[in-house]
């Protein structure tokens, strides 16, 4: 699989779906991408030099070196951060490192819209080492050699420039339209759900399992695969699992999953003690590279088979929360649910039963909302 260009190619097709007579009247656009999906681009083509870092992608060669700069127990202290993707390429690759540039998913298919290669927003360079706190990256990373790939960095939902000339002739779109930096997929989710007080949390229920929790102190502890992203003058802290909706795909079919959930008695605790993940390795609540997936012993009923992998999905989710709370964060008080997941009644009920929180479906479950959200923002500071 091309992962830049099918990207590439659905963006555009996305374009080409926006109905024609709402073309003219688009005021804004941004979008929202896998946090930590690393791309190294050549600063003059903005090709590609390598195949993308995927989110959940581990590099435990670069952990080492990025340790020994980093302070102890920084979000960028997991193999899977950007910054061990971005030393992990920088060692292992002989070619010239001239006019190369480090962009997220999210940066890189802007791009394509507002042609200004080399702008990131605050939210995606977080697993890069920037400062949201500070508004800065640290001394300690731009006191190293590869600091001269790093995204110039703007707030999510900043006019970055017009649409191109060239996108806005194919597609119709008005000479006025903008372009607006991004963010991550959970915080999009999280924007959606339009959870605005503290102690307010969002669970993404998608390929993953992405916590969001609103509060007024910033954690990290890259230990947990716990980590802080800035939300005006408040925190969203959280991580994210590698549970979640692919592991559930990977044995059942959709129609399977909507019919066997109906037979589940959601107020019955499930013996069954599982740990549902779709390969070796494990970011949030723990953080075990190591991790084996643990999905036996599989009983003959699939509705119990099914409402075993549910429950034990809820408890990994409790434990979040619960470590969340253990580290200082606002405690959860209520949790709305986005992504896939939030269709299943059923999973809803377990959820609330072993969490011991009221938790809802989220008006708006797509993180897309979210990204128009900030698109709107953007639109608004014109």
């Known amino acids: 699989m091309d992962w830049a260009w099918s990207w590439k190619t659905t963006l555009f097709s996305l374009l080409e779906d926006v109905p024609v007579h709402l073309r003219p009247l688009i005021a804004s656009i941004s979008l929202d991408g896998t946090s930590a999906t690393t791309l190294i681009i050549d600063g003059n083509t903005g090709e590609p030099l390598a195949r993308p870092y995927l989110y959940n992608e581990s590099c435990p060669d670069a952990l080492p070196v990025v340790k020994s700069i980093a302070p102890v127990n920084h979000t960028v202290c997991s193999g899977t951060s950007t910054l061990c993707k971005l030393v992990s390429w920088w060692n292992n690759d002989k070619s010239d490192k001239k006019s190369i540039i480090l962009l997220h998913q999210a940066d890189w298919l802007l791009w394509f819209l507002h042609g200004q290669l080399g702008v990131s927003d605050y939210n995606n360079a977080l ?42 002739a194919q597609f119709g779109f008005s000479e006025d339209c903008i372009v607006c930096t991004g963010t991550t997929d959970s915080i999009a989710a999280f924007l959606a759900a339009r959870a605005t007080k503290p102690g307010k949390a969002v669970t993404s229920l998608g390929s993953t399992l992405a916590i969001k929790l609103l509060s007024t102190t910033r954690i990290e502890d890259a230990r947990y695969g716990v980590y802080s992203h800035r939300l005006d003058d408040k925190w969203l802290v959280g991580g994210a699992s590698n549970t979640g909706g692919a ?18 008695n959601p107020m019955d605790a499930s013996p069954l003690d599982y740990y549902p993940l779709k390969s070796v390795g494990e970011r949030f609540p723990v953080a075990d590279p190591k991790m084996e997936p643990r999905l036996h012993p599989r009983p003959e009923s699939d509705v119990e088979y099914l409402h075993g992998i549910l429950e034990s999905i809820a408890r990994i989710e409790a434990k979040a929360y619960i470590l969340l709370k253990n580290l200082g964060a606002t405690q959860a008080d209520e949790v709305f649910t986005a992504g896939g997941g939030a269709e299943n009644e059923k999973w809803t009920k377990i959820r609330e039963r072993v969490l011991g929180l009221r938790v809802s479906r989220a008006t708006q479950t797509e993180a897309a909302y979210g990204a128009a959200l900030l698109a709107l923002k953007g639109a608004q500071q014109k």
Not at 250 to 263: G, R, V, Y
């Open 247 to 264: 592991v559930l795909k990977e044995i059942f079919t959709d129609e399977q999953l909507e019919k066997l959930s109906e037979h589940i």
């Open 127 to 168: 697993k890069v080492g920037y400062d949201p706190e500070l508004d800065s990256y640290p001394a300690w990373l731009l006191s190293q050699p590869y600091s001269q790939l790093l995204p110039a960095i703007k707030a999510p939902g900043t006019s970055i420039g017009h649409l191109k000339g060239d996108v806005r």
